[in-house]
């Protein structure tokens, strides 16, 4: 049974102490915690919502609820991702390649940051978007072998991917929710706060 089971519900519940949630500093050295515990820490208290799924069928319940929750069933997604759109075409989604037209951004990404409970897009996700041109809710559909320790990790990983071929617009995803640390992070420059769920699917 892995790590995400225990803390969303598939056995015995991780205890994670107060000290490590809760009371150390922003800028204090992270525990040596799991990678998966430490971007489970940081993405809510980023505001971060997110649903773990141990398989699509789960993602496809979850994503219902999210709509259903928000009202958003006669919205459409903008979504850029033609792989997304076909891995998502029966569960009664409308797909739209206008932002403007749309309230909800649907979206992949490349990696999911411990470091900083942050997620790792570029061009393959945005194409030549910044992110405060997305719409305010976005829902990010990841697996949990895009879990990687540090943004210079999953840097590393897309040059080893991509080669040559690295692509652009590489930024994070951080701040769901307004905070006065919002301009603090350079990869972050020229964002603003969304309303994010992260749709987890377990691959490991």
Known sequence: MGLFDKLFGGGKQKKISKE??????????????????????????????????????EISQ?????IGEN???????????PKLRERFSKEN???????????VFFTTCEH???????????????MDNKLNELPYNVIVFATTSQLVESIGEGL?????????????????????????ENSDDFLTYGSSSKN?????????
């Open 156 to 180: 590393k990983t897309i040059k080893k991917k991509y080669g040559h071929n690295i692509p652009a617009n590489i930024t994070t995803l951080k701040h769901f929710r307004a905070n006065k």
């Open 93 to 103: 989604v409308r797909f739209i390649d206008n932002s403007k037209l749309s309230e």
């Open 20 to 57: 490590t949630a809760e009371t150390r500093g922003a800028h204090m050295p992270d525990l040596n915690i799991p990678v998966d515990e430490k971007f489970t820490i940081h993405f809510k208290k980023n505001g971060g919502k997110f649903l773990y799924c141990d398989s699509f069928a």
């Open 71 to 81: 009202d958003w069933q006669n919205h459409s997604f903008y979504a850029l991702d």
């Open 62 to 66: 979850a994503l219902r609820n999210i």
């Open 196 to 204: 994010l769920y992260l749709l987890l699917l377990e691959d490991l």
């Open 112 to 126: 999911l940051i411990a470091q900083n409970g942050s997620i790792l897009v570029c061009s393959n996700q945005l």
